[in-house]
């Protein structure tokens, strides 16, 4: 069963090039989830209010996340038997990122001082 059926995936083997591209692309992704959790966690009120620059940023990090994963997700994938695979590869991993920066974000500076 494939995600993208009707040559939505990339077709051929996993190459170096395609390796690099998503590496490229899980750095972009890293620092724009960065970004989306920011504002999450501290300019939330901005978002209620409706601040314009706070509310285009939001939108433009969640649409750059999203084109990211589904990005990775076309890519081929080395196909070898390995003796763990994680389950819907990218998109659990990427959500659990996300979220678990955005509890990162949220937890005191006091507690992430005694953390040393």
Known sequence: MYLFPYGWKVQGPATEESGLFVIKLVGLF?????????????????????????VSIFIISLVTIAACIFAIARQPQIRCDLKFKAPGVPFVPAFAIIINIYL?????????????
Do not use: K, M, P, Q
């Not at 960065?34 to 601040?51: Q, R, T, Y």
């Not at 990162?104 to 040393?116: E, K, V």
């Open 104 to 116: 990162i974000f949220r937890l005191s500076i006091l507690t992430l001082r005694t953390a040393n």
């Open 30 to 54: 890293f620092i724009v989830t960065i970004a989306f959790d920011v504002i999450l966690a501290w300019f939330i009120d901005s978002l209620d209010v409706g601040n314009n620059i706070t």
